[in-house]
């Protein structure tokens, strides 16, 4: 069993629609939450950073994290054709060293 | 503006053949990362380095080895090529702990 599942995809929503992304863990060490968004051909750029539990927003997007069923979520609200792109989430905890554990990551199509 | 910078951003290469793929950060951060991005897989760590002189072996070091000789620099050496290892190679460097700034890619092809 992988420590980070997510699936890949793809999801392809309509313009304007509210997407929701999804990971599950398995290692109750995490601590830190993240979700990277990747266009293609490009590396990928830290999008939402949560510590521990709880809900945070940005604008559109608001990152949730359940540490107890261990499942952490993003969700974006007025989908745009500009959020066409692969979504990772991503998890480390303060022990076993610097390790940033990544999902595959979620393709998602945003259509106009 | 946060700045990681990998030098080659598409190479082809033969079997057998040394390859050095080099990755500069402009934001003096201590730790840096190699990581190996392949369909269905996500990113694999490579190995990272969280001081100058200083590695740790990730999940997935067979067959490369890194060298940081300077603290903005981190390169990832594969002494012999080979066609499985034909791949996305991901630099990033973090100051605080977990948040990664990722350069843009360096697209290797193993012939």
């Known amino acids: 069993q992988k420590e980070v599942e997510q699936d890949p995809g793809p999801l392809s929503v309509p313009e304007g629609a509210i997407v929701s992304l999804n990971c599950t863990y398995s290692n109750s060490a995490f601590q830190y939450f993240m979700w990277y968004r990747q266009y293609s051909r490009k590396g990928p750029e830290l999008l939402m950073y949560?510590?521990?539990?709880g809900n945070k927003e940005d604008g559109r997007f608001t990152a949730q994290v359940d540490k107890s069923s261990k499942y952490i979520s993003l969700f974006i609200r007025d989908s745009q054709p500009s959020d066409s792109a692969t979504y990772l989430c991503a998890m480390s905890a303060t022990t076993g060293g610097f390790k940033t554990i990544f999902g595959a990551g979620t393709r998602l199509f945003v259509k106009a | 503006d946060v700045k990681v910078t990998q030098s080659s951003r598409y190479l082809v290469k033969r079997t057998g053949e040394k390859v050095f793929l080099e990755c500069v950060q402009d934001?003096?951060?201590?730790?840096m990362f190699w990581y190996r991005q392949d369909p269905g897989l996500g990113l694999r760590l490579i190995y990272f380095?969280?001081?100058?002189?200083?590695?740790e072996k990730g999940d997935i070091p067979e067959g490369y080895s890194v060298s940081r000789e300077k603290k903005e620099r981190f390169s990832l050496i594969l002494e012999s090529a080979s066609t499985n290892q034909t791949s996305m190679y991901l630099c990033?460097?973090?100051?605080?702990?977990?948040?990664?700034?990722f350069g843009e890619g360096s697209r290797l092809t193993v012939l």
């Open positions: 380095s969280y001081d100058v002189k200083m590695k």
């Open positions: 990033a460097s973090s100051l605080l702990f977990g948040e990664l700034f």
């Open positions: 934001m003096d951060h201590e730790n």
């Open positions: 949560t510590y521990s539990s």
